[in-house]
C-alpha cells in the first residue's frame, strides 16, 4: 500500500499544477488582466477647439499654453525632448487644400521644421492628414505639425460685432515630438460640431 501512494502522490502534484497553470492562463485571458497589461494613458478633450485625443498618463499640463480656458500643452516630466503635445487651430483661407495648408506651415519663413522638411501623407482615423518633420539634417530640431481638415470649421456662422473678429479654423493643428506624434495622431478625434 506505501507503494502504491508513493506512486500516486507525484502524479496529484502534477495533476494540481496542470490545473493550476490552466486557471492562470483563463485569467490572463480576461478583458481585465488584458486592459491591466495596456500601457496607461490619460485623455484629454478641448471643447473649444472640438477635440479629444488620448497620451501618456504621466504628462503633466505646461502652464501658460491655455486655449480656450483649457490647457492646450502637456509634456513628460522629464522634459520636451522625451514627448510632448500642443493643440492649436489653422485659419488660412476656406479654399486651402491639406496640401496647401500644410506647405505654408512647412515653409514658414521663421523656419521652425528646418530649411528642408518633409511632408508626409497621413491616413488616420480622424480623416487624411499631412505630418510636417523636421529637416533630417537638422539634429537639433526635434518638434514636428500634424494638420488635419475640420469635418466643419471652428466658429464658422458666429455672429461677429464690431469691433470684434472672430476667427474662423479650418484645419486642426497637432504639434509634438518627431518620437510621439505619430501615436498621438491616431488617437485624434474631431466633432463635427
Known amino acids: 500500500m506505501l507503494h502504491i501512494l508513493r506512486l500516486l502522490l507525484p502524479l496529484a502534484w502534477v495533476t494540481a499544477l496542470t490545473l493550476a497553470c490552466d486557471e492562470d492562463a483563463q485569467e490572463e485571458n480576461t478583458p481585465s ?24 498618463a504621466h504628462w503633466i499640463p505646461i502652464s501658460g499654453h491655455e486655449l480656450g480656458g483649457q490647457d492646450g500643452k502637456f509634456a513628460d516630466p522629464q522634459g520636451e ?12 483661407q476656406d479654399t486651402w487644400t491639406l496640401d496647401e495648408a500644410a506647405e505654408q506651415q512647412a515653409s514658414h519663413k521663421l523656419k521652425p521644421f528646418g530649411d528642408k522638411p518633409t511632408v508626409t501623407v497621413l491616413n488616420l482615423p480622424a480623416g487624411e492628414a499631412r505630418l510636417i518633420s523636421p529637416d533630417p539634417s537638422s539634429h537639433d530640431l526635434r518638434m514636428a505639425e500634424v494638420l488635419i481638415r475640420y469635418p466643419v470649421p471652428v466658429n464658422e456662422g458666429a455672429i461677429s460685432q464690431p469691433g470684434l473678429i472672430i476667427p474662423v479654423y479650418y484645419f486642426f493643428v497637432l504639434y ?8 498621438l495622431a491616431e488617437t485624434v ?3 463635427a460640431s
Open 81 to 92: 525632448a522625451d514627448g510632448y503635445f500642443t493643440v492649436s487651430a489653422l485659419g488660412g
Open 33 to 56: 488582466a488584458t486592459a491591466a497589461s495596456t500601457p496607461n494613458v490619460a485623455h484629454y478633450s478641448n471643447e473649444w477647439l472640438k477635440v479629444e485625443l488620448d497620451y501618456p
Open 176 to 183: 509634438g515630438d518627431v518620437g510621439s506624434i505619430q501615436t
Open 189 to 191: 478625434r474631431l466633432s
